[in-house]
């Protein structure tokens, strides 16, 4: 085996550890099996899809926040970007040749 393959072997070995250790974080923050046999589902969609949810509401919840949060930060990100290039599309430009201003 080359030096090449075993050096992407093993840090694929290390990233499937890591992996793990995530998957297994998130797989016990829910019980999958209940205790007492569950109740039989409602027949209305939005009751269905609530009791589908039990258990899993407050981390719903996060994950929408954190969600709208991050794409809050991207536009203002991309207007702060906007404003900037508007600011530099309306500087001055050097009437020499020179692109430095010391000449």
């Known amino acids: 085996m080359s030096r090449d393959l075993k050096v992407t072997a093993e840090f694929a070995l290390g990233q499937r550890g890591t992996f793990r250790l995530v998957f297994r974080r ?8 209940p205790d ?15 009791e589908c949810t039990r258990g899993m509401r407050r981390l ?6 954190l ?5 809050s ?6 207007s702060m970007m906007a ?8 500087t001055p430009r ?5 692109a430095m201003a010391a000449c």
């Open 83 to 90: 404003h900037l290039i508007d600011a530099l599309a309306q």
């Open 60 to 65: 719903l919840l996060l994950v929408t926040l």
């Open 26 to 33: 998130f797989e016990t923050l829910v019980h999958p099996y």
């Open 36 to 50: 007492a046999l569950p109740p039989p589902p409602p027949r209305r969609f939005f009751r269905f899809m609530w």
């Open 67 to 71: 969600s709208a949060a991050i794409g």
């Open 94 to 98: 050097l009437s020499s040749g020179c």
């Open 73 to 78: 930060f991207e536009a203002l990100l991309f």
